[in-house]
């Protein structure tokens, strides 16, 4: 059973235990897909355990999945510092793309709004800068009009694509 563990929202309690709650500030249609991820790495954790394996991949995109939805990391209600909203903004483009089909993409400001709602415009450079550090290692792709490009370079809109060394999670540990 899960009960709010205090008024301001910030903590629920599940089973007697406190978690810090998701960041409510993500507008809908990101924390549904950002959920569905979360869900899926869970099944995937539990799948893997019952086979004998050890599921540390599966973990990884459950650690991800909880970062970029304000449950781990820096508390969503305080200012983050440099290192961790880095960490978010790379946990959400990954948890986003695994989110949805792998021929499908997402935009930097999809991201850019999951991780600072109502301030959003101004992490989309650094949105940006994340991604062309995915991209120089094969995790991502960024295309403009379907075509492969360098993002410090490329003007206007680009989008954010799997790329052929997407990791099954960002390696940041499970902190």
Do not use: N, Y
């Not at 415009?121 to 940006?128: A, D, H, N, S, T």
């Not at 009009?145 to 997407?166: E, F, K, N, T, Y």
């Amino acid at each position: 059973m899960t009960t709010p563990a205090d008024d301001d929202g910030r903590f629920v309690v599940v089973d007697g235990r406190r978690w810090r709650a998701t960041d409510p500030s993500i507008p809908t249609a990101f924390r549904t897909e950002l959920v569905h991820e979360l869900m899926d790495a869970r099944r995937a954790v539990g799948a893997v355990t019952r086979a004998g394996g050890d599921p540390v991949v599966e973990r990884g995109r459950v650690h991800d999945a909880k970062l970029a939805l304000g449950e781990r990391g820096d508390p969503w209600w305080e200012t983050p510092t440099a290192d961790g909203r880095r960490r978010r903004i790379e946990a959400t483009i990954l948890t986003l793309l695994r989110a949805r089909d792998p021929a499908s993409s997402i935009c930097p400001s999809d991201v850019a709004r999951a991780v600072g709602a109502g301030s959003w415009r101004p992490l989309v450079p650094e949105v940006r800068t994340i991604a062309a550090d995915l991209a120089a290692t094969g995790a991502i792709v960024i295309t403009q009009r379907d075509v492969p490009v360098d993002v410090r370079s490329a003007r206007g809109p680009v989008r954010l694509r799997r790329g052929p060394s997407m990791p099954e999670s960002s390696g940041a540990g499970l902190r």
